[in-house]
């Protein structure tokens, strides 16, 4: 990959973690391109990690191999509309990390007025989150079929510059991507910052419950992560019978805690499917 030419539409928190990764992992800046009307963050970027950088969409189109779709999804359609003829040409693998909008709208986007289809398009749509930033983020990725292996690997090698990656055999699990990993960090820092208050409240001081809730929730995660053990077996580990885990785990239960959050998720992934709709109207 490191001798492959990869741009960048778009300079926002994602394209910049996984610019920062790539290059930290040995692609050279001189293979990245990113484009972006702002100046400033341009100079920032081309000083930081020494890339190409332009205000021209088009020109980064045909300058690369693989091109990653890093704005905003309100602004994807256009940004699609006014490369399609370039890409159309050019024909590089597509990458797509907007939230939310479907594979056969980027497609439809990226097709030339004049043209019927662009069905020979290889796009790849991934779903990231913003652990992302930290290098530590769970991103799933879609490939349409005209994908190949080798760009597969591409795609997943790019991404996993930002932590796990996973393949989707059906973009509508995308939805629940989403609501699961997509959202799921504001769940947990509702979880940290609901166990902070409590902390608080039985009479620690702000920063001590603060680091503790934030240093637990670190450590058990990354348990989970490394053990060969479910996330119910290590929960049953550390719940000895009669003590102080069990009763508070029981208190939760007798709050439904499970049922809410499937209850959550739901409307979560109806949310999801309920922007897709609204994003990709034609």
């Known amino acids: 990959m490191n001798n492959k030419k990869i741009g960048f539409i778009g300079s926002g928190n994602m394209a910049h973690s996984l ?7 040995g692609v050279p800046g001189k ?5 972006d009307p702002d100046a400033e963050k341009m100079t920032q970027m081309a000083s930081q990690f020494s890339v190409n950088v332009t205000d021209s969409n088009t020109e980064l189109v045909q300058s690369v ?8 999804p309100q602004q994807l359609a256009q ?4 490369i399609a003829a370039e890409a159309s040409l050019a024909k590089p693998l597509m ?22 289809d662009n069905s020979c398009l290889a796009l790849v749509r991934c779903m ?18 005209h994908v190949s292996d080798e760009q597969k690997t591409l795609a997943e090698s790019i991404l996993r510059a930002a932590g796990l990656t996973l393949w989707l055999d059906n973009e509508s699990d995308m939805d629940a991507v989403t609501a699961l990993s997509g959202s799921g960090p504001a769940y947990l820092f509702l979880v940290i910052e609901a166990m902070e208050k409590a902390g608080v409240q039985l009479g620690l001081d702000e920063k001590t419950a603060h680091l503790l809730a934030i240093q637990t ?6 348990m989970a992560l490394e053990s060969n053990d479910s996330p119910e077996a290590l929960r049953k580990k550390v719940t000895s019978p009669g003590g102080t885990t069990e009763k508070a785990i029981g208190i ?5 805690l499970e049922a809410l959050f499937t209850k959550a998720l739901e409307g979560a992934k109806s949310r999801s499917i309920e922007l897709a709709q609204i994003l990709g109207n034609h």
């Open 19 to 25: 610019v920062g990764g790539l290059t930290s992992t």
């Open 31 to 35: 293979n990245i391109w990113i484009s």
């Open 65 to 72: 191999e693989i091109v990653i779709l890093a704005v905003k």
């Open 79 to 82: 940004v699609c509309i006014d």
């Open 95 to 116: 990458i797509s990390i907007a939230a939310g909008i479907l594979s056969k709208d980027i497609e439809f986007w990226l097709t030339p007025e004049g043209q019927e």
């Open 128 to 145: 990231p989150n913003t652990p992302a930033l930290v290098q530590s983020g769970a991103t799933a990725l879609f490939a349409n079929t």
């Open 217 to 222: 929730a670190f450590g058990a995660s990354k």
């Open 252 to 256: 939760l239960q007798e709050g439904q």
